[in-house]
């Protein structure tokens, strides 16, 4: 089955402690992304990568980071969470961005740091 | 500014008849595509429906359609014959094709009243 798949999909910690989200999609899909979604915001991109090795900073890249080591893999790793990180993170994949392809979302991992 | 604006944050329909959700945005790029997704309680992102720049027609998907008024800059969505399972976020999205980067509406709150 096509999809996206998101690992924790639940998480509490503390401030300050490394945690790294896992993102992996079985489509060889070229451009990953990440979005966090916070109450009257909608979604904003953190990160995105156009291909292995090539990833670029979205709109709210503070306080995070990427690696694109694998086509299929898209960690999003924070080295020192802090509570305004608490949100609700998405993962998403497509083919090519700039050719009409829809974006598959994973399932959301909803992270609490407190 | 905004990139992408969303002026309903919630909205009612009587089932089975037709809602336009409003959705404007503002890009200096001549190259963009325009999303919209639909976010049940449950979370999960769905894609409904996708226009291009350049596409002359308005994009339909079954019950979707799209609203495309370049000159405006505003991309609504319609939903006819409003059904229970309809209530849900909706939000708009925009891809800038020269960046490659997404950007997402703050949503609006649909509830189909029976």
């Known amino acids: 089955e096509a999809q996206v798949t998101q690992n924790p999909r639940y998480l509490i910690t503390v401030t300050g402690k490394k945690l790294t989200v896992t993102c992996s999609q079985n489509?060889?899909?070229?451009?990953m992304s990440w979005y966090r979604q916070d109450p009257g915001l909608g979604l904003r991109q953190i990160y995105y990568s156009m291909n292995v090795e090539v990833t670029d900073k979205g709109d709210v890249p503070e306080g995070y980071k990427v690696s694109r080591k694998e086509k299929r893999n898209f960690p999003l790793i924070l080295e020192s969470p802090s509570p305004n990180q608490t949100s609700l993170y998405f993962c998403?994949?497509?083919?090519?961005?700039?050719?009409?392809?829809?974006?598959?979302f994973g399932p959301g991992t909803r992270l609490t740091v407190l | 500014a905004q990139k992408i604006t969303q002026t309903q944050p919630g909205m009612f329909v009587q089932e089975k008849e037709a809602v336009t959700l409003d959705c404007t945005y503002d890009t200096s790029d001549p190259s963009y595509g325009l999303f919209w997704y639909k976010q049940p309680s449950s979370g999960e992102m769905i894609f409904l429906i996708y226009?291009?720049?350049?596409?002359?027609q308005n994009a339909t998907e079954g019950r979707y359609s799209l609203n495309f008024q370049k000159a405006r800059k505003s991309a609504n969505l319609v939903i006819s014959a409003s059904q229970l399972g309809d209530s849900a976020m909706y939000f708009c999205?925009?891809?800038?094709?020269?960046?490659?980067?997404?950007?997402f509406g703050s949503g609006t709150k649909l509830n189909v009243k029976p």
């Open positions: 489509m060889n899909h070229e451009y």
């Open positions: 999205a925009m891809r800038e094709d020269n960046f490659n980067k997404f950007y």
């Open positions: 226009q291009g720049s350049y596409d002359q």
């Open positions: 998403a994949s497509s083919l090519r961005p700039e050719v009409h392809n829809e974006q598959f």
